[in-house]
């Protein structure tokens, strides 16, 4: 079966690591990290990962500027990375404007973002991100968004950018089905990393609810590894239409329909 | 893609979505429904489908209702344990905050068929381990050579962090402790404990989930001296199982880990 891993990260953390335990509560343990791309790929090879979307850590630790370009370096060094970049308030940082970013996205083969609102002091609202967010709609840009500092968050910013194309990852240990749940209710197009999915008998229950199409593979590598995930998904016992969905379907489908 | 992890047991576990080799054992669970996470699957009877469904023989357990309802104290657990002996063995909660009922009862874990030993909680009952409270439960268990689970965390965890389990361990030497989760954020400080004691073991609840953490507990303290805990039902079994087989470690380990260990722990 082919797996795509929805989100991965390369590069060593400031601190090794900062670990989402649920939302507003942090674990810090060392890690095996990623320092390169190498290392990223050979941990896929070890585990059957076919290729992953990653970010570079410091794009969360260092500045999104940076980490971007990093991302981009990393993933140039094989086919099987796709580089997702971090995004800031155009209104400050005109490079984040979509007339200019989305050309140099296309330009370096990126197609989905991130951003990490409270840690870059900035709101995702309207007023904030208005014109960005509403041009990603328009394109079909997914975006990553973690709960870590809230769930609130992402509930805002779903209220106002109903049609924005959300992955949710790094959620943390605890379940977090009641906070998730809503969201894959009320917006066709909020997916979840299975990367965090560990409560128990979850992705059935998940797939019960609301069929096979809203959860997307992922490791959050180095947080999580890549085994845990790949298991859960096996011991599902899914059907295999169902497990090639989740595996690398549903994020092929999800990038195919990015219009840059 | 083909993998390159050589591992045959991973491989049986892609197959079949569990293992077929042997039964796992999980060292670590709860049972019933609690107030952090929905679980759509929970008490006992469904339990029981998960672990078919998972390839889990027994899990050993203290359920919710005994870390926190100190009226029924241990009765689900026994309840469970009478229904499903091969499947549930037990871990006596003891709550230092009411010692006294606890230690009228004590005696159950002798008499009642399926207790292995003890369940510590030091954080969540807001009570250290070094505490008083916890002394008359200490000696019982080293008398009787039980094993206690205990929740340990880091983060210098004024209740229960490994600092905590080296004072006990220095003094009991009889008992068999599992660092329940391992302490995270101090991982380094417990294998430093469980390297100093011989009946002193990490347990990959929780922890088991980030990258390189079962490698790094192989190679520190050697393979029999881990345990597979899982948590569930807040956590499903195979999140735990894929952590230990995608790890890079012998399937020899990887049985001892996820079967051995724990069946020789019950062991009295």
Redesign the interface.
């Known amino acids: 079966m ?2 795509i891993d929805c989100s991965a990260g390369v590069g060593l953390g400031v601190v090794n ?1 900062e ?1 989402i ?2 939302e507003n509560y942090y ?7 990623a320092e390169f791309a190498e290392e990223l790929l050979a ?1 896929m ?6 290729e992953a979307f990653i970010y570079h850590r410091s794009m969360y630790g260092s500045c999104v500027q940076f980490g971007n370009e990093m991302t981009s370096k990393e993933a140039a060094k094989s086919d099987r990375l796709h580089p997702t970049w971090g995004i800031l308030p155009p209104i400050t940082e005109n490079e984040f404007a979509p007339e200019v970013l989305f050309p140099q996205m296309k330009e370096n083969g990126v197609k989905a973002l991130r951003a990490f609102p409270l840690k870059n002091r900035f709101f995702l609202d309207r007023i904030t991100m208005g014109d960005l967010l509403d041009a990603m709609c328009e394109k079909n840009i997914p975006l990553f968004l973690s709960p870590q500092d809230g769930w609130e968050l992402i509930f805002n910013t779903l209220k106002e950018f109903p049609n924005l194309t959300v992955i949710i990852t790094n959620y943390g ?3 977090s ?2 906070f998730f ?1 809503p969201l894959v209710n009320a917006y066709k197009n909020v997916y979840i990393d299975t990367s965090d999915y ?5 992705i ?2 998940f797939t019960s609810k609301f069929g096979d199409e809203r959860l997307v593979f992922g490791s959050n ?12 998904l ?4 899914l059907k295999p239409e169902s497990l090639e969905k989740i595996a690398s379907g549903n994020i092929t489908r999800i990038m195919s329909e990015v219009k840059l | ?5 050589p591992s045959a047991l ?1 491989k049986e ?2 197959e079949n ?2 293992l077929k080799s042997f039964k796992v054992i999980d060292a670590h669970t709860h049972m019933g429904r609690m107030d ?7 008490n006992a009877d469904e339990m029981v489908e ?1 672990m078919d ?2 390839g889990i023989e027994c899990c050993y357990c203290s359920p919710h209702s005994a870390l926190h309802d100190t009226t029924i104290m241990n009765g689900e657990l026994e309840e469970a344990m009478k229904k499903y002996p091969d499947r549930f063995k037990g871990y006596y909660l003891f709550n230092p905050n009411y010692h006294e009922r606890y230690l009228l009862h004590m005696d159950d874990i002798l008499n009642i068929e399926g207790y292995i030993g003890m369940k510590f909680l030091p954080t969540y009952h807001r009570y250290p381990l070094d505490g008083a409270n916890y002394a008359e439960a200490f000696e019982f268990a080293d008398k009787y050579g039980l094993v206690i689970l205990m929740h340990t965390w ?2 210098n965890d004024p209740h229960n962090a490994p600092r905590h389990v080296d004072m006990v361990a220095s003094k009991y030497k009889n008992l068999k402790v599992i660092m329940g989760h391992s302490a ?2 101090e ?2 400080n417990s294998i430093e404990v469980v390297n100093k004691y011989d009946n002193v073991y990490l347990d990959l609840c ?11 507990m192989v190679e520190k303290v050697g393979a029999d001296k881990i345990v597979y805990g899982t948590d ?17 470690i012998s399937d020899d380990d990887k049985y001892k880990i996820l079967r051995g260990n724990a069946e020789k722990l019950a062991k009295r």
């Not at chain 1, 560990?198 to 979850?202: C, D, K, M």
């Not at chain 1, 096996?234 to 016992?237: C, I």
């Open positions: 082919k797996f690591s670990i335990n649920h674990v810090y343990e060392k890690c095996r990290q941990e090879d070890f585990c059957g990962v076919d240990l605890w379940g089905d009641r749940y560990q409560v128990i008998n979850g059935v229950d590598f180095p947080m999580d590894n890549h085994g845990g995930p790949i298991a859960t096996y011991g599902s016992k | 893609m083909n993998m390159t992890n991973a576990f892609i979505g569990m952090g996470t929905y679980v759509s699957k929970a998960m469904k998972t880091g983060n995270p954020g991982l380094d929780d922890i088991h989930r980030h990258s390189g953490i079962v490698d790094k569930a039902p807040w956590y499903d079994f195979a999140y735990g199982i894929g952590s230990v087989l995608f790890s890079h």
